[in-house]
């Protein structure tokens, strides 16, 4: 049986108790004192020391023969005890099974990374309200006006949570609702909106919209969480600034819940579909920088297409794109122009091609040999997937995952190679520097 919190959907109440299927352990085993893989609530909640969990075992009526079975394995399975998760993180974990679905696998594993998730909203609650500033005036939902591709985006994807979620109340699948709830938290708000803001926050004077954003992101999204995560969401809700007007419900368990007509007006499906090739060029650059170990450098980026139309796509996430990919000056290059020479390249798709500068920032001599080393390393790999006898079914499915990606990975290193092996060539040795 699963609680949830007592918000109502606004027209939509859905059930307060939804009752699910057996509960087995990570292993698909049903729970058994006799095998040692029972696992308590309370425990899971405030957490226990391995002692007590054996004293647990002692005190029951298990024979010394299945006593020293279940001690064995409760030991294997949780050496140093179980930490404290929390009730928000369990009831999350519970419900990102789904309540329709075959027997729930419920491993301690997972309810802790449910409780790092709690600890990821806290720190993005703090960062906002950091950012907000102690004479922030919340504006109406109504009002907010969104006049940047990047804040566009972002109540975009706030408005499509809170249709996800709205969907997966109305159909009881609470899977997709917490799915939807960590990918918007977790993802869009922190790893991308968040880190793309910061230096738009440090501008003078500073633009008025992202903490506009900002709060509407945090109001909308702990109210969307808390029937999943009510205590959490209610200590977080309850520091944001108060809206000028009406006052504010008493608790975030009877403010209303977000409905997906009343921020209908914020979607932009255009603007999200534009900003997923935005993101496929960061990890593009991101991988760039990996392979040239480029660590603390802010390398200059330049873009071509050979589609026109593609060009404005980026020109409006210039910025952005810069930060997310930890690189300098982001540009746009002619389809007609010249590729630039010594810059490393790889391909965002069919069309768009993707340069970085190299000239200055790395060191041929040193980093050739490295290139070398890990190629060797990815070789042996790749020469012992491949010299393993064949098998079948999901074995051999992730055999080939693999080879291919170690192909692909080997592909990278010897471009990369080659380009530093053109830079060395085309930089003048310090011999003839001298003379």
Not at 279 to 308: F, H, I, N
Not at 329 to 353: C, F, M, Y
Request: aromatic share 6%; charged share 20%; hydrophobic share 40%.
């Amino acid at each position: 049986m699963v609680m949830l919190g007592t918000q109502l959907t606004g027209q939509l109440p859905f059930s307060r108790v939804l009752l699910h299927s057996m509960v087995r352990d990570r292993q698909g085993r049903k729970m058994s004192k006799s095998l040692g893989n029972v696992l308590d609530p309370r425990d899971i909640i405030s957490g226990v020391e391995l002692q007590v969990l054996q004293e647990k075992l002692r005190d029951g009526n298990l024979d010394p023969a299945e006593l020293a079975i279940a001690a064995a394995a409760q030991k294997k399975d949780f050496p140093h005890g179980i930490p404290e998760c929390g009730t928000d993180a369990l009831r999350f974990a519970l419900c990102s099974h789904g309540a329709l679905g075959g027997d729930l696998h419920l491993s301690v594993s997972e309810v802790l990374s449910c409780r790092h998730f709690c600890n990821k909203i806290w720190n993005a609650l703090r960062f906002i309200l950091n950012a907000l500033g102690e004479n922030f005036v919340p504006q109406p939902a109504e009002h907010i006006s969104p006049s940047s591709p990047m804040d566009t985006w972002m109540l975009s994807r706030l408005a499509l949570a809170a249709q996800e979620c709205e969907r997966g109340f109305l159909t009881r699948e609470l899977s997709l609702v917490t799915h939807t709830l960590h990918h918007f938290w977790l993802h869009d708000l922190c790893d991308v909106y968040l880190e793309a803001v910061k230096p738009v926050l440090s501008h003078i004077p500073r633009p008025s919209e992202p903490p506009q954003v900002l709060f509407s992101c945090a109001d909308v999204g702990l109210r969307l969480l808390a029937p999943l995560m009510p205590f959490l969401a209610e200590e977080l809700w309850q520091r944001l600034p108060p809206r000028v007007g009406s006052p504010p419900p008493p608790s975030v368990s009877v403010a209303p819940y977000p409905s997906a007509c009343s921020l209908e007006h914020w979607r932009q499906p255009e603007i999200e579909q534009h900003f997923s090739k935005v993101q496929d060029a960061v990890q593009v650059l991101r991988a760039l920088r990996a392979t040239y170990q480029l660590t603390k450098a802010r390398p200059r980026v330049l873009l071509q297409s050979s589609e026109p139309g593609e060009q404005g796509l980026f020109q409006a996430f210039l910025e952005p794109l810069g930060t997310l990919g930890h690189c300098g000056a982001v540009g746009l290059l002619p389809p007609d122009a010249a590729a630039p020479s010594g810059w490393a390249q790889a391909p965002l798709s069919d069309t768009i091609q993707v340069y970085m500068e190299l000239q200055g920032l790395v060191d041929p001599q040193t980093q050739l040999p490295l290139l070398a080393a890990r190629r060797h390393k990815l070789q042996k790999q790749f020469d012992g997937l491949m010299a393993r006898t064949p098998s079948e079914g999901e074995a051999e499915t992730r055999r080939q995952r693999r080879l291919s990606s170690l192909r692909l990975e080997l592909s990278k290193l010897d471009q990369a190679a080659s380009h530093l092996q053109q830079l060395m060539n085309e930089s003048p040795s310090p011999r003839s520097c001298e003379l």
